[in-house]
């Protein structure tokens, strides 16, 4: 079985940074992408950044300059660094990752951790 462990949230003031990671274990052949999505109270669960296995990445406008998406392939991993945050970069912050569980395997499934909340003061 495949989980994804998030840490690293938690209650920071506004231009402060905060750093998210989130590993992978179980029954895993390959990971393709790998990436953090966040849902605010009362609004959709949204992109934030996402990483491909080869190290592309793409980030929603609103982070783009301030926030850093990075993984590490041999310990299934992916972290997030979050500098310059703002009041409204609070929401409960989700690491995703497209998993083959077996080799076989037509192409990947999605997975997610259990949220970590991030929460900004101003």
């Given at each position: ?14 231009g ?9 274990s ?97």
């Amino acid at each position: 079985q495949v989980q994804l462990v998030e840490s690293g949230g938690g209650l920071v003031q506004a231009g402060g940074s905060l750093r998210l990671s989130c590993a992978a274990s179980g029954s895993i052949f390959s990971i393709n992408d790998m990436g953090w999505y966040r849902q605010a109270p009362g609004k959709q669960r949204e992109l934030v950044a996402r990483i491909t296995r080869d190290g592309s990445v793409n980030y929603a406008d609103s982070v783009k300059g301030r926030f850093t998406i990075s993984r590490d392939n041999a310990k299934n991993a992916v972290s997030l660094q979050m500098n310059s945050l703002k009041p409204e970069d609070t929401a409960v912050y989700y690491c995703n990752a497209a998993i083959r569980v077996n080799w076989f395997d037509p192409q990947p499934n999605d997975y997610w951790g259990q949220g970590t909340q991030v929460t900004v003061s101003s």
